[in-house]
């Protein structure tokens, strides 16, 4: 079995949510984007924990913002057009009273599975369930009954209610319930409910205190105490205790002692009384709290451990002891695994490792033909499901693409989420070339992508080194980073690739730098550009803009050509001479042009772009009286430095400002 849907309505940032799950799903995104938010959606149906039936009873923070918003102020509207009048509730029209509600679709199910959710079925094959948590209140608010809507009537028509802020959802009326199939009368019995588990490792995890064994509540204990309850295990224990007791009477400093106790006693209570030790009600359970795990070739207590190596520890405990959980007398159908950063204080190599390890916890061959146990599979690989939510770029480009989905919001609004290759289709060559590419090349920098809220492409590592410059020069110091902007170095003109990733998946504000080439040598494509194509391409698509250079047909050429005025010179000389000082000195004596340093450095031309970047940091950047861009100025000297038109009309779009005159 796995949930194949989530829907999710009304809850935290969610509104009008839905995306499919897979039985491993790896889920990247920016900080506050709603990973964490869709895991507790699920841990409402799932959780079996103290703390999620607690969490069940939501309260006015678990709504989400936007529908409060508009239902205030609807109610607001109410209250102004009717102060100081009596209502009609028969004919008035009332604001929709906000609800949360947390669906999900069940298929892919083995025999057990089927009988649990035989109630909960939804179509006629039999192939699809679904459970609902709804939190909604449990009678009407608007009627003449409503003490609710009765005081807040009451204290708008006195003025005590001034704007919509003011007014407070009704929670105390609300309660939850959740239910199978699509009738919300037939609620589920926790009895079936408790056969579908889940297990949440959340990002905030104490695992150094989950690994001892001092209460009922901690995860070694409970592994534990299951498997002692579990059957006719740990008997050579209890044999032990037992003998233990026995030792304990016949010790001679504890004889000694309990003799003197006796013989005290005796003095001063009026019957005669015979004391001694005894284990008091003798459990193995006792022991347990005594219990903690060693790890590492010194056997190092786990809080002398680094807080790495216990999370791998914590993180391993929960994986290998998963079938044994389960009580003698109640079956485990499925189980829901939520692991919420896993890479915590590991380092990159860890993180690669723990990555690949978590992706063979699924049959790598589930609902395929290629299984190797053929017909003896015991179809464990239905009992359970894997989700994991990362901000990791290590643990994102090292998972299977198949099953990453990214979260992102439209326009910075809207939550969507999109897996990174279901757009594509394989079968089409085209499409092929592009995943294929993305496989090879989305690596721990260029991943860094999927937790941006926007994207500049470049094809080189002298834009690499210096775009970030020229934004923070125009920008007042500001970093691409403050703004959320991710730089990716395509290493050549593998735009499209990138572009169509953002087209059909990441739909985020994306910009393109790049030179002005002619699209080959030949004569028939004389003067046509390469990069006035890609534009063409693209024009459509409003999250993606081209920009190319205009004067000239490189990035180099075009920064000389801008830079022509002798203090601008006086920068771009000054970066030459740090990587070819003979040639500088022979260049300060010819007149400037710009194709001829060009091919003086072409061949260096990251270099010079690290040179000139080194360069410009050594300057004090001028500004006007209004904050922007003036000059450099350095040991009194007052440089000029022009960046191209082109990179500044490509800041312009993706910081939704007109473009640059």
Same mark, same amino acid.
């Given at each position: 079995m796995r949930i194949s849907k989530i829907k999710i309505n009304g809850y935290r940032n969610f509104n009008k949510f839905e995306m499919n799950l897979k039985q491993f799903t790896l889920i990247i995104g920016e900080n506050n984007i709603g990973k964490t938010n869709?895991?507790?959606?699920?841990?409402?149906?799932?959780?079996?924990?103290?703390?999620?039936?607690?969490?069940?009873?939501?309260?006015?923070?678990?709504?989400?913002?936007?529908?409060?918003?508009?239902f205030k102020g609807e109610v607001n509207q109410l209250l102004k057009d009717t102060k100081g009048k009596d209502i009609d509730f028969e004919k008035t029209k009332f604001p929709e009273v906000p609800e949360i509600k947390i669906e999900v679709i069940l298929t892919d199910f083995n025999e057990d599975q089927e009988a649990v959710v035989a109630d909960w079925f939804i179509n006629k094959e039999l192939t699809e369930a679904k459970t609902t948590y709804c939190f909604s209140p449990n009678k009407e608010l608007f009627n003449k009954d409503s003490t609710w809507f009765t005081e807040l009537k009451a204290n708008f028509d006195n003025n005590k209610i001034k704007e919509a802020k003011d007014i407070g959802i009704p +929670?105390?009326?609300?309660?939850?319930?959740?239910?199978?199939?699509?009738?919300?009368?037939?609620?589920i019995d926790y009895y079936f409910l408790n056969m579908f588990k889940m297990e949440f490792l959340d990002a905030l995890r104490d695992a150094q205190r989950e690994l001892v064994s001092q209460n009922d509540y901690r995860l070694l204990n409970r592994i534990l105490k299951n498997k002692a309850d579990s059957g006719n295990v740990f008997k050579d224990l209890k044999t032990e205790l037992a003998a233990l007791n026995d030792k304990i009477k016949i010790d001679s400093d504890v004889t000694e002692l309990t003799t003197k106790l006796s013989e005290l006693l005796n003095l001063i209570s009026l019957d005669k009384e015979d004391v001694n030790f005894n284990f008091n009600e003798l459990q193995t359970s006792d022991l347990f709290r005594r219990l903690s795990l060693f790890y590492g070739e010194d056997q190092l207590n786990i809080d002398k451990n680094g807080l790495g190596k216990n999370n791998l520890l914590y993180i391993a405990l929960i994986l290998s002891h998963l079938e044994n959980l389960e009580k003698v007398n109640q079956k485990v159908f499925f189980r829901?695994?939520?692991?919420?950063?896993?890479?915590?204080?590991?380092?990159?190599?860890? #993180?690669?490792?723990?990555?690949?390890?978590?992706?063979?916890?699924?049959?790598?061959?589930?609902?395929?033909?290629?299984?190797?146990?053929?017909?003896?599979?015991? #179809?464990?690989?239905?009992?359970? #499901?894997?989700?994991? =939510?990362?901000h990791s770029t290590h643990i994102a480009c090292h998972l299977s693409l198949k099953n990453t989905a990214v979260f992102y919001k439209e326009n910075q609004q809207d939550l969507m989420s999109n897996y990174l290759i279901d757009e594509f289709d394989t079968t089409n060559k085209i499409d092929r070339k592009h995943v294929e590419y993305l496989q090879k090349y989305l690596d721990a920098t260029n991943s860094g992508l999927f937790f941006a809220r926007k994207i500049i492409l470049v094809e080189g590592p002298a834009e690499e080194f210096?775009?970030? &410059?020229?934004?923070? +020069?125009?920008?007042?110091?500001?970093?691409?980073?403050?703004?959320?902007?991710?730089?990716?170095?395509?290493?050549?003109?593998?735009?499209?690739?990138?572009?169509?990733?953002?087209?059909?998946?990441?739909?985020?504000?994306?910009?393109?730098?790049?030179?002005?080439?002619?699209?080959?040598?030949?004569?028939?494509?004389?003067?046509?550009?390469?990069?006035?194509?890609?534009? =063409?391409?693209y024009v459509n698509d409003k999250?993606?803009?081209?920009?190319? =250079?205009?004067? =000239?047909?490189?990035?180099?050429?075009?920064?000389?050509?801008?830079? &022509?005025?002798?203090?601008?010179?006086?920068?771009?000389?000054?970066?030459?001479?740090?990587?070819h000082p003979k040639l500088c000195e022979a260049y300060k004596n010819e007149e400037f042009k710009h194709d001829t340093l060009y091919e003086k450095m072409k061949n260096a031309k990251a270099d010079f772009a690290m040179a000139l970047r080194y360069e410009l940091d050594e300057y004090a950047t001028l500004k006007d009286e209004k904050g922007n861009f003036k000059e450099f100025k350095k040991e009194n000297r007052i440089l000029k430095f022009e960046i191209p038109k082109y990179i500044k009309d490509g800041f312009k779009f993706i910081k939704n400002e007109p473009n640059a005159e």
């Amino acid at each position: 079995m796995r949930i194949s849907k989530i829907k999710i309505n009304g809850y935290r940032n969610f509104n009008k949510f839905e995306m499919n799950l897979k039985q491993f799903t790896l889920i990247i995104g920016e900080n506050n984007i709603g990973k964490t938010n869709l895991l507790n959606a699920l841990g409402l149906i799932f959780g079996q924990e103290i703390s999620i039936h607690r969490k069940r009873v939501l309260t006015n923070e678990d709504f989400n913002y936007e529908m409060l918003v508009k239902f205030k102020g609807e109610v607001n509207q109410l209250l102004k057009d009717t102060k100081g009048k009596d209502i009609d509730f028969e004919k008035t029209k009332f604001p929709e009273v906000p609800e949360i509600k947390i669906e999900v679709i069940l298929t892919d199910f083995n025999e057990d599975q089927e009988a649990v959710v035989a109630d909960w079925f939804i179509n006629k094959e039999l192939t699809e369930a679904k459970t609902t948590y709804c939190f909604s209140p449990n009678k009407e608010l608007f009627n003449k009954d409503s003490t609710w809507f009765t005081e807040l009537k009451a204290n708008f028509d006195n003025n005590k209610i001034k704007e919509a802020k003011d007014i407070g959802i009704p +929670i105390s009326y609300y309660r939850y319930k959740i239910y199978g199939g699509e009738n919300d009368t037939k609620q589920i019995d926790y009895y079936f409910l408790n056969m579908f588990k889940m297990e949440f490792l959340d990002a905030l995890r104490d695992a150094q205190r989950e690994l001892v064994s001092q209460n009922d509540y901690r995860l070694l204990n409970r592994i534990l105490k299951n498997k002692a309850d579990s059957g006719n295990v740990f008997k050579d224990l209890k044999t032990e205790l037992a003998a233990l007791n026995d030792k304990i009477k016949i010790d001679s400093d504890v004889t000694e002692l309990t003799t003197k106790l006796s013989e005290l006693l005796n003095l001063i209570s009026l019957d005669k009384e015979d004391v001694n030790f005894n284990f008091n009600e003798l459990q193995t359970s006792d022991l347990f709290r005594r219990l903690s795990l060693f790890y590492g070739e010194d056997q190092l207590n786990i809080d002398k451990n680094g807080l790495g190596k216990n999370n791998l520890l914590y993180i391993a405990l929960i994986l290998s002891h998963l079938e044994n959980l389960e009580k003698v007398n109640q079956k485990v159908f499925f189980r829901l695994i939520a692991i919420e950063e896993p890479e915590a204080h590991l380092h990159p190599h860890l #993180q690669k490792h723990l990555s690949t390890q978590l992706d063979k916890q699924i049959c790598e061959n589930f609902q395929t033909s290629n299984c190797k146990k053929g017909k003896n599979c015991d #179809q464990k690989c239905k009992e359970k #499901q894997i989700i994991v =939510t990362s901000h990791s770029t290590h643990i994102a480009c090292h998972l299977s693409l198949k099953n990453t989905a990214v979260f992102y919001k439209e326009n910075q609004q809207d939550l969507m989420s999109n897996y990174l290759i279901d757009e594509f289709d394989t079968t089409n060559k085209i499409d092929r070339k592009h995943v294929e590419y993305l496989q090879k090349y989305l690596d721990a920098t260029n991943s860094g992508l999927f937790f941006a809220r926007k994207i500049i492409l470049v094809e080189g590592p002298a834009e690499e080194f210096l775009i970030p &410059k020229f934004f923070e +020069i125009l920008n007042k110091g500001e970093t691409l980073d403050k703004h959320g902007i991710s730089l990716i170095n395509v290493y050549g003109l593998a735009f499209k690739h990138f572009l169509e990733l953002v087209k059909r998946v990441h739909h985020i504000k994306c910009v393109v730098l790049t030179d002005k080439d002619n699209k080959s040598t030949n004569k028939v494509d004389e003067g046509k550009s390469r990069a006035a194509d890609l534009k =063409t391409e693209y024009v459509n698509d409003k999250h993606i803009e081209v920009f190319f =250079t205009q004067n =000239t047909i490189t990035f180099e050429t075009e920064l000389f050509e801008c830079n &022509k005025d002798e203090h601008a010179q006086e920068i771009i000389l000054d970066a030459f001479d740090k990587i070819h000082p003979k040639l500088c000195e022979a260049y300060k004596n010819e007149e400037f042009k710009h194709d001829t340093l060009y091919e003086k450095m072409k061949n260096a031309k990251a270099d010079f772009a690290m040179a000139l970047r080194y360069e410009l940091d050594e300057y004090a950047t001028l500004k006007d009286e209004k904050g922007n861009f003036k000059e450099f100025k350095k040991e009194n000297r007052i440089l000029k430095f022009e960046i191209p038109k082109y990179i500044k009309d490509g800041f312009k779009f993706i910081k939704n400002e007109p473009n640059a005159e």
